[in-house]
């Protein structure tokens, strides 16, 4: 749910679904357990879906699953690989979700919140949902990458740090700030205080390849390449892979055959519309 000209292609299109993660399952079970306490599982938007990773995990709990973006190339490698009867992705807009007053459960935004108006969205979310509906934004930080034992992180924290001045604004509010800014405090139509809790995702069989897939996903390195120009931009991921592997002691071998472990750090806030 971004502006930005490189979202549109379905080159970053296809790089977010290869190597961007999907919520660990024991987010989104955090998430349904909390929606039943009092409302049953009938619809779900999630907005900002980009390729599904997150709106595939609602399917076997929901009579019906929309998936929302307003990137063409996203929705379309969604449908595309839809395998759930009860999923309809769509293209559309945060601030325009088109279901009727008071007919969804769920609205979910993962990884996305950021980019929105969020006045403008917490509004369009109170009209949506049902008395006792709710809000669920998640989102994950930086990855932690390591392997048996050694830890990469710092190396991932760095090249970070070389592009953080091409970082889109909005997307500070989860990589360093972790949704702990001001238009993540509360929800407008909730009288209770958002749950805020982490959680943890571990790709145990990912690559070095897999790594640098993720990193050049960034805007902020996109932005970078469009700004100092493509060469300047593969000098930071040279500097950045050469780093890795020469910490990992395989400094000759080639980073596709070189696994390790990625940790994600999630965070989750939900909250629920009250009765007026």
């Given at each position: 749910?971004?502006?930005?000209?490189?979202?549109?292609?379905?080159?970053?299109?296809?790089?977010?679904?290869?190597?961007?993660?999907?919520?660990?399952p024991k987010l989104?079970?955090?998430?349904?357990?909390?929606?039943?306490?009092?409302?049953?599982?009938?619809?779900?938007?999630?907005?900002?879906?980009?390729?599904?990773?997150?709106?595939?995990?609602?399917?076997?709990?929901?009579?019906?699953?929309?998936?929302?973006?307003?990137?063409?190339?996203?929705?379309?490698?969604?449908?595309?690989?839809?395998?759930?009867?009860?999923?309809?992705?769509?293209?559309?807009?945060?601030?325009?979700?088109?279901?009727?007053?008071?007919?969804?459960?769920?609205?979910?935004?993962?990884?996305?919140?950021?980019?929105?108006?969020?006045?403008?969205?917490?509004?369009?979310?109170?009209?949506?949902?049902?008395?006792?509906?709710?809000?669920?934004?998640?989102?994950?930080?930086?990855?932690?990458?390591?392997?048996?034992?050694?830890?990469?992180?710092?190396?991932?924290?760095?090249?970070?740090?070389?592009?953080?001045?091409?970082?889109?604004?909005?997307?500070?509010?989860?990589?360093?700030?972790?949704?702990?800014?001001?238009d993540f405090q509360?929800?407008?139509?909730?009288?209770?205080?958002?749950?805020?809790?982490?959680?943890?995702?571990?790709?145990?069989?990912?690559?070095?390849?897999?790594?640098?897939?993720?990193?050049?996903?960034?805007?902020?390195?996109?932005?970078?390449?469009?700004?100092?120009?493509?060469?300047?931009?593969?000098?930071?991921?040279?500097?950045?892979?050469?780093?890795?592997?020469?910490?990992?002691?395989?400094?000759?071998?080639?980073?596709?055959?070189?696994?390790?472990?990625?940790?994600?750090?999630?965070?989750?806030?939900?909250?629920?519309?009250?009765?007026?």
């Open positions: 749910m971004n502006n930005d000209e490189y979202l549109t292609t379905l080159e970053q299109a296809e790089s977010y679904n290869k190597f961007r993660p999907s919520p660990p989104i079970a955090r998430i349904i357990e909390f929606l039943k306490e009092k409302v049953p599982t009938e619809t779900a938007i999630d907005v900002g879906c980009g390729s599904g990773q997150s709106t595939n995990h609602f399917a076997p709990y929901f009579k019906r699953v929309i998936g929302i973006d307003n990137c063409q190339m996203q929705i379309m490698l969604a449908s595309n690989t839809n395998s759930h009867h009860n999923i309809q992705y769509k293209l559309g807009e945060y601030n325009r979700l088109e279901e009727p007053n008071e007919s969804v459960q769920l609205v979910c935004a993962c990884q996305s919140a950021h980019f929105f108006d969020m006045k403008t969205f917490y509004k369009e979310v109170e009209r949506v949902l049902v008395p006792d509906g709710v809000l669920a934004i998640c989102g994950y930080s930086l990855p932690i990458p390591f392997s048996h034992g050694i830890m990469l992180g710092n190396i991932v924290q760095e090249a970070f740090d070389t592009m953080s001045s091409f970082i889109c604004n909005q997307q500070s509010h989860v990589y360093i700030h972790r949704y702990t800014n001001d509360n929800f407008p139509f909730s009288r209770k205080e958002l749950i805020r809790e982490y959680f943890e995702k571990v790709e145990e069989t990912a690559t070095v390849q897999n790594l640098i897939g993720f990193v050049k996903s960034w805007s902020a390195y996109k932005n970078f390449q469009k700004s100092k120009g493509v060469e300047a931009a593969e000098d930071v991921i040279r500097i950045f892979q050469n780093k890795i592997l020469l910490a990992l002691n395989k400094a000759d071998e080639d980073p596709a055959d070189v696994e390790i472990s990625i940790k994600f750090p999630f965070i989750l806030l939900m909250g629920r519309k009250s009765y007026k």
